[in-house]
């Protein structure tokens, strides 16, 4: 069975400190890793990641895959009380059907 | 266009009630989802259509019936539910491994 892990659940920090989230995966025909952002309402697209080692950066938001690991990470720098938010990582595999499968979410707490 | 759109954004339903959550989106994707989310959890995979096909059905209760009139249209007919099925629901498509949501509607069940 397709199974998606992340840690922490759950994580408080200062305005200011540096977070790293973790996610690992064990899927069936693995194409893609996605990285998401939700507040109150859906999930918003943050990163996919298809190739090991290549890492996608947004503003102060960064993420890696490493394909031999099974894992990648996503990196918050200088946070703000704004990047208080559940952060899912989310595999998309093929197998007869697409699929989505999610982990458990980290719950990101920032605090002034 | 990287919308999905879903319709009621709220909805609260008696338990004798049939109504339908509608999901809509113009990206061309062939994959199309149904997730439940309940507060503090992430998102359950219920359904996935596939080329307009249900492909997978996560075990979920007769009381939730999709269905895929086209290849941009994706509904969720609700009859009979229970005060527990009160959740976020969230469509969302996929293709070339990316995955967009609508914005979900919130079911209350009375």
């Known amino acids: 069975e397709d199974k998606v892990v992340q840690s922490p659940l759950s994580l408080v920090v200062h305005e200011g400190d540096t977070v790293t989230l973790n996610c690992s995966y064990e899927?069936?025909?693995?194409?893609?890793l996605l990285w998401y952002k939700q507040e109150k309402k859906a999930p918003t697209f943050l990163f996919m990641l298809?190739?090991?080692?290549i890492e996608k950066k947004s503003g102060r938001l960064s993420s890696i895959l490493d394909k031999k690991e099974l894992s990648s990470i996503l990196n918050i720098t200088a946070t703000q009380t704004g990047d208080s938010a559940i952060y899912l990582c989310?595999?998309?595999?093929?197998?007869?059907?697409?699929?989505?499968?999610f982990g458990q979410g980290t719950r990101l707490t920032i605090n002034p | 266009d990287t919308e999905v759109t879903q319709t009621p954004k709220h909805l609260v339903m008696g338990m004798t009630n049939k109504k339908s959550l509608k999901c809509e989106q113009h990206?061309?994707?062939?994959?199309m989802y149904w997730y439940k989310q309940k507060a503090k959890k992430p998102p359950e995979l219920m359904f996935v259509?596939?080329?307009?096909?249900?492909?997978i059905n996560e075990s979920v209760p007769s009381r939730f019936s999709p269905e895929c009139p086209n290849s941009s249209l994706l509904n969720l007919h609700l009859h009979a539910l229970q005060p527990e099925d009160s959740a976020l629901y969230l469509c969302?498509?996929?293709?070339?491994?990316?995955?967009?949501f609508g914005q979900g509607t919130r079911l209350t069940v009375v």
């Open positions: 989310a595999v998309y595999s093929i197998q007869g059907a697409q699929k989505l499968v």
């Open positions: 259509y596939s080329y307009e096909k249900l492909s």
């Open positions: 298809t190739s090991s080692g």
């Open positions: 990206m061309g994707h062939r994959a």
């Open positions: 899927v069936t025909n693995f194409r893609s």
């Open positions: 969302a498509s996929s293709q070339h491994g990316t995955g967009f």
